[in-house]
Every structure is written in C-alpha cells, then in structure tokens.
C-alpha cells in the first residue's frame, strides 16, 4: 500500500501562483498530477517518467512545471498564470507500473486525498 499526503492548495487571483507538494509513504515508477472540477471528468495534467521526461495536459503547458525527488519520494507541481479554469481538484497518483497521462485515471492505484485549487478574481 502507498499512502500520498499533498498539500499546497489555495485560492489566488488570476495570474498567481500555487505550488502542490505530494509526499509518498514508498517510492513508486509512476506519479503524476490528476484535477477534478465540478461536473466534469478527471483529468490527467502532468507527470514525469522514470527517466525524467514530462508530460503535460496541453491546456497547462507553459505554465506549470512538474518535478520529482525520488529520494524525498516527492512530486511537485509549480502552477504559474494561474486561470479560472485551472479551478479544480488537484489529486496526486502514483503506480508500481510504467504509467503515463494516456493511460487515463482508473489505471492508476494510489491516490492522494485530493486538495483545492481556486482561481478567481
């Protein structure tokens, strides 16, 4: 069992900043980023491979930033220029397989209590 704690939500104005920490209890190949918003299916926003390549959703590239220490266990996402429809649910999974954004959140196994992510002027 993986246990993920995230922290670092909040609310800002359009334009600001947020940074999501997500610390896993053991090291896993694959973690990534996943958001939820209201009415709407969960989305898959960034991850970063075992080899240090990234992915991210387009409607977020440019403007956030995903990165992993694997001897903290720990994955990061730097939001910058934050918008309004960034407004979600921002979970973090994590997987014993070789996982991408492709793969759709129901394949992945571990998941984080999910924390808010606010956008609004």
């Known amino acids: 069992q993986v246990h993920l704690a995230e922290s670092g939500g909040g609310s800002v104005q359009p334009g600001g900043s947020l940074r999501l920490s997500c610390v896993a209890s053991t090291y896993t190949v694959s973690m990534a980023w996943f958001r939820q918003a209201p009415g709407k299916e969960r989305e898959g926003v960034a991850t970063v491979y075992y080899d240090g390549n990234t992915a991210y959703t387009k409607s977020v590239k440019g403007r956030f930033t995903i990165s992993k220490d694997n001897a903290k266990k720990t994955l990061v996402l730097q939001m910058n220029d934050l918008k309004p429809e960034d407004t979600a649910i921002y979970y973090c999974?994590?997987?014993?397989?070789?996982?991408?954004?492709?793969?759709?959140?129901?394949?992945?196994?571990?998941w984080g209590q999910g924390t808010q992510v606010t956008v609004s002027s």
């Open positions: 999974a994590a997987d014993s397989r070789l996982l991408g954004l492709g793969a759709g959140y129901a394949m992945w196994k571990y």
